[in-house]
Each structure stands twice: as C-alpha cells, then as structure tokens.
C-alpha cells in the first residue's frame, strides 16, 4: 500500500487548480468529453493530479465512450481504494486515490475483458507521463 499522503485543506488548494480542488477533494466531475485526456492515445502512466502516486497504465485505457478517460483496471491493486457512493440518488461505486484519498471517478461492471470493469475517471485528477522511447 503507498504511504498515505495528509495535507491541510489549506495546502491542498494552494498546490491544486481549482478545478482540481472541485474533483479531487469536493468530489466533483468534469463535463464528459471536456477532459485533457479523454483522448490521449501515448505511451505512458496516468498519476494521480494530487499526490503523483501512479494509477493507471496506458495499456489498460479503452474508448468507453462515457467521455472520460476509462480503464478496466488499476496500475497496481492497492493503487486505488473504492467506496460505496450513495449521492445524487444513485448507487455508485466511488474511486479514490490510495496515497492521499483524492476522488478520481467511479467504476462500473461494464467494462471490457478481462476484468469486465471500467474505470470513469476524470481527466482532472489525473497527470500523464509519457513513456520515453529509449532506443538509439
């Protein structure tokens, strides 16, 4: 399990956007198809925005077509927590980052093989770091 990362409220919306803040630490979501990375198709890790704990790797991304970059699993499995979510009058099933708790999305049992999940998470709580070709 990453070691768990505590900040002040305080420290959080100094380091984070404010859109950052409204995702990870207020649970809110970007619009779908509105996301930086709904569409990137590189080589890489997805990081939490946060924290930079690595989450999800590139060859696990799939077009959902939810509008939000999906994953049908995470980097590692203590890399995310999840949490029954109750609001909005819905049944969902919440994803949080393990490192330092930020909200990500949530996962549904729709997703492809071979796990049959997929990961909703918004572009905004989320880094990218591409994987640098190393050959000469």
């Known amino acids: 399990m990453p070691a768990r990362v505590q900040k002040t409220d305080a420290e959080w919306r ?22 930086a990375l709904v569409h990137n198709h590189a080589d890489g890790k997805y990081c939490c925005a946060a924290c930079g704990a690595p989450l999800f790797d590139s060859e696990t991304k799939f077009e959902s077509g939810s509008g939000w970059p999906s994953f049908f699993q995470p980097i590692a499995e203590d890399a995310v927590e999840i949490h029954e979510d109750l609001s909005h009058g819905m049944r969902r099933v919440e994803v949080l980052c393990a490192a330092c708790g930020g909200h990500l999305g949530h996962v549904f049992p729709d997703g492809p093989r071979p796990t049959g999940q997929r990961y909703c998470i918004n572009s905004g709580s989320l880094s990218f770091q591409e994987q640098q070709d190393r050959k000469e």
């Not at 984070?16 to 630490?25: H, K, V």
């Not at 649970?27 to 509105?34: A, D, I, V």
Request: charged share 30%.
């Open 14 to 35: 100094e380091q984070l956007t404010p859109e950052q803040y409204r995702i990870l630490r207020d649970k809110g979501t970007e619009h779908p198809f509105s996301g």
